[in-house]
C-alpha cells in the first residue's frame, strides 16, 4: 500500500525547531518523504518563517519539492506587508493568514470562559471593512505568486480574504482545513469559495482527533469536486504519526468512504503540485 505514497504532497506540516514540540524535525522529515516516495511539502510554524529552512533542505534533497513561508501571527507583526515581502524574496512559497492568533479562533477557543480576546487579530477593521494590510499582503503575494492560506479565520472573514486575493491577482487562494470546527465553512461556503478561484484544504487531523468524522470529509469534497480540493495533514503534534504515515492512512480511509485511485491521486499529487510549480 506504501506505492499510494508515491508522489503525494502533504502542503500542512509541522516540524522542528518550533516554539512546541515536535514530532519530528526538517531533516528527519525530508528523509521519511525521500524514502517513501513523496513529492514534496510545505513545512509550517505559526510563529517564524520556514523560507530559509526549506531552502536548506531543498539543497540536501533536491529530489523533493520542499517549500516554506510566513504566518501572520504577532510574533511577525501581523499582518505585515514588509515581513511578507521579505519571506518572499527569500523564496517563501506560503503564506498564511492568521492561525493560532486569529481573534475569531481565540473566541472559539474561549467562549465558556469569557476571556478577553481584543488583543488577537483580525482582519477587519471596526467597521467591518478589510484593513487595508490585508490589500498590501495580497499584492505582495500575488507579485511572487504565492499560495495564500486563510489560517485560522472565521469563515466569514476567509471568504472575504478570497474575494479581495482574486481582485488582487492572487492565482491560489486555500481555505485552510475548512472542516475544522475552529474555523468550519459551510458546504454553501465551501462552494462559494471554490466558485471565487479557491481551493479547499481537507487535514487529516481533524478526523484522525476526532473532530470531524472521515465521512464528512468525503461528502465535502464529493460536493465541491476533487479538483477543487486539497488534502493534507496538519502533523507534528508528538502524539500524531509522522507526516507519510499519516498520508497514507488518510487516503486508505477516504478510498473506504468511495473516493475513486483517480480522485484521490488527483488532490494528493496533481492539485498541491499545480499550486508549487505554476
Given at each position: 500500500m506504501k506505492e499510494l505514497l508515491r508522489g503525494v504532497y502533504d502542503l500542512h506540516v509541522h516540524t522542528a525547531p518550533d516554539?512546541?514540540?515536535?514530532?519530528?524535525?526538517?531533516l528527519e522529515l525530508a528523509r521519511r518523504l525521500e524514502k517513501t516516495g513523496m513529492a514534496g511539502c510545505a513545512i509550517k510554524s505559526h510563529f517564524a518563517d520556514t523560507a530559509g529552512r526549506a531552502?536548506?533542505?531543498?539543497?540536501?534533497?533536491?529530489?523533493?519539492?520542499?517549500?516554506?513561508?510566513?504566518t501572520l501571527n504577532r510574533s511577525v507583526g501581523g499582518i505585515n506587508p514588509q515581513a511578507v515581502e521579505r519571506t518572499a524574496q527569500?523564496?517563501?512559497?506560503?503564506?498564511?493568514?492568521?492561525?493560532l492568533e486569529a481573534r475569531s479562533y481565540q473566541q472559539y477557543r474561549h467562549s465558556n470562559d469569557g476571556m478577553d480576546v481584543s488583543q488577537?487579530?483580525?482582519v477587519f477593521s471596526d467597521d467591518g471593512n478589510l484593513l487595508p494590510e490585508?490589500?498590501?499582503?495580497?499584492?505582495?503575494a500575488a507579485e511572487y505568486n504565492m499560495v495564500v492560506g486563510t489560517g485560522h479565520l472565521s469563515s466569514r472573514e476567509g471568504l472575504a480574504v478570497v474575494r479581495a486575493a482574486r481582485e488582487c491577482g492572487v492565482e491560489h487562494?486555500?481555505?485552510t482545513h475548512a472542516d475544522n470546527p475552529a474555523?468550519?465553512?459551510?458546504?454553501?461556503?465551501?462552494?462559494?469559495?471554490?466558485?471565487?478561484g479557491a481551493m479547499v484544504e481537507h487535514c487529516y487531523f481533524t478526523s484522525y482527533y476526532q473532530r470531524t468524522p472521515i465521512e464528512v470529509i468525503a461528502q465535502q469534497i464529493q460536493h465541491v469536486g476533487c479538483k477543487s480540493v486539497v488534502l493534507s495533514t496538519d502533523f507534528g503534534q508528538v502524539n500524531s504519526p509522522y507526516s507519510d504515515e499519516g498520508m497514507l492512512e488518510y487516503m486508505q480511509c477516504l478510498l473506504q468512504c468511495g473516493i475513486s485511485?483517480?480522485?484521490l491521486f488527483q488532490m494528493v499529487c496533481a492539485n498541491p503540485r499545480s499550486l508549487l510549480q505554476s
Amino acid at each position: 500500500m506504501k506505492e499510494l505514497l508515491r508522489g503525494v504532497y502533504d502542503l500542512h506540516v509541522h516540524t522542528a525547531p518550533d516554539v512546541s514540540p515536535r514530532k519530528c524535525d526538517d531533516l528527519e522529515l525530508a528523509r521519511r518523504l525521500e524514502k517513501t516516495g513523496m513529492a514534496g511539502c510545505a513545512i509550517k510554524s505559526h510563529f517564524a518563517d520556514t523560507a530559509g529552512r526549506a531552502a536548506v533542505l531543498r539543497s540536501l534533497f533536491p529530489k523533493l519539492d520542499i517549500v516554506g513561508g510566513i504566518t501572520l501571527n504577532r510574533s511577525v507583526g501581523g499582518i505585515n506587508p514588509q515581513a511578507v515581502e521579505r519571506t518572499a524574496q527569500m523564496g517563501g512559497k506560503m503564506l498564511w493568514f492568521p492561525t493560532l492568533e486569529a481573534r475569531s479562533y481565540q473566541q472559539y477557543r474561549h467562549s465558556n470562559d469569557g476571556m478577553d480576546v481584543s488583543q488577537f487579530l483580525s482582519v477587519f477593521s471596526d467597521d467591518g471593512n478589510l484593513l487595508p494590510e490585508v490589500y498590501q499582503v495580497l499584492e505582495i503575494a500575488a507579485e511572487y505568486n504565492m499560495v495564500v492560506g486563510t489560517g485560522h479565520l472565521s469563515s466569514r472573514e476567509g471568504l472575504a480574504v478570497v474575494r479581495a486575493a482574486r481582485e488582487c491577482g492572487v492565482e491560489h487562494v486555500v481555505l485552510t482545513h475548512a472542516d475544522n470546527p475552529a474555523n468550519e465553512y459551510s458546504l454553501e461556503e465551501q462552494y462559494q469559495a471554490v466558485q471565487e478561484g479557491a481551493m479547499v484544504e481537507h487535514c487529516y487531523f481533524t478526523s484522525y482527533y476526532q473532530r470531524t468524522p472521515i465521512e464528512v470529509i468525503a461528502q465535502q469534497i464529493q460536493h465541491v469536486g476533487c479538483k477543487s480540493v486539497v488534502l493534507s495533514t496538519d502533523f507534528g503534534q508528538v502524539n500524531s504519526p509522522y507526516s507519510d504515515e499519516g498520508m497514507l492512512e488518510y487516503m486508505q480511509c477516504l478510498l473506504q468512504c468511495g473516493i475513486s485511485e483517480e480522485d484521490l491521486f488527483q488532490m494528493v499529487c496533481a492539485n498541491p503540485r499545480s499550486l508549487l510549480q505554476s
